[in-house]
């Protein structure tokens, strides 16, 4: 397919993942340090811890994006990893905005260029 292809492949699927199919919802809860509103938790009910799920679910659409892009699902299960630490580190403020998305680029650069040269 070619390394540029692939890479403006799995970069579209970023876009589609990170910020179209990403709601509003799902970014706020997917960070551990976000509580709900005080109105939001039923008198006497203790509020439900779903960061991870939260964050697992996007983490795992990016998967899903890349197993489509690449046909590759050791490459799926590695961006759900790589997408899953780098949000987390970004929801730890161990990064900015800025270094999660090149981070994310990195990511499928090193995808692409894997799935390139193990499909040569």
Same mark, same amino acid.
């Given at each position: 397919?070619? *390394?540029?292809?692939?890479? *403006?492949?799995?970069?579209?699927?970023?876009?589609?993942?990170?910020?179209?199919?990403?709601?509003? /919802?799902?970014?706020?809860?997917?960070?551990?340090?976000?509580? !709900?509103?005080?109105?939001?938790? !039923?008198?006497?009910?203790?509020?439900?811890?779903? /960061?991870?799920?939260?964050?697992?679910?996007?983490?795992?659409?990016?998967?899903?994006?890349?197993? %489509?892009?690449?046909?590759?699902?050791?490459?799926?299960?590695?961006? *759900? %990893?790589?997408? /899953?630490?780098?949000? *987390?580190?970004?929801?730890?403020? /161990?990064?900015?905005?800025?270094?999660?998305?090149?981070?994310?680029?990195?990511?499928?650069?090193?995808?692409?260029? %894997?799935?390139?040269?193990?499909?040569?």
């Amino acid at each position: 397919m070619g *390394f540029i292809i692939l890479l *403006f492949k799995l970069i579209i699927s970023h876009a589609l993942c990170d910020f179209a199919l990403q709601t509003p /919802w799902m970014a706020a809860n997917k960070n551990r340090h976000i509580k !709900p509103a005080d109105n939001s938790i !039923p008198k006497g009910q203790t509020p439900n811890v779903l /960061w991870p799920y939260v964050l697992s679910a996007h983490a795992l659409i990016h998967a899903g994006g890349v197993w %489509v892009a690449t046909g590759s699902a050791l490459a799926a299960a590695a961006m *759900f %990893v790589l997408h /899953w630490v780098t949000d *987390f580190g970004k929801c730890e403020n /161990w990064s900015t905005i800025h270094m999660d998305q090149a981070l994310h680029l990195v990511w499928m650069c090193a995808i692409a260029y %894997v799935v390139e040269g193990l499909g040569a």
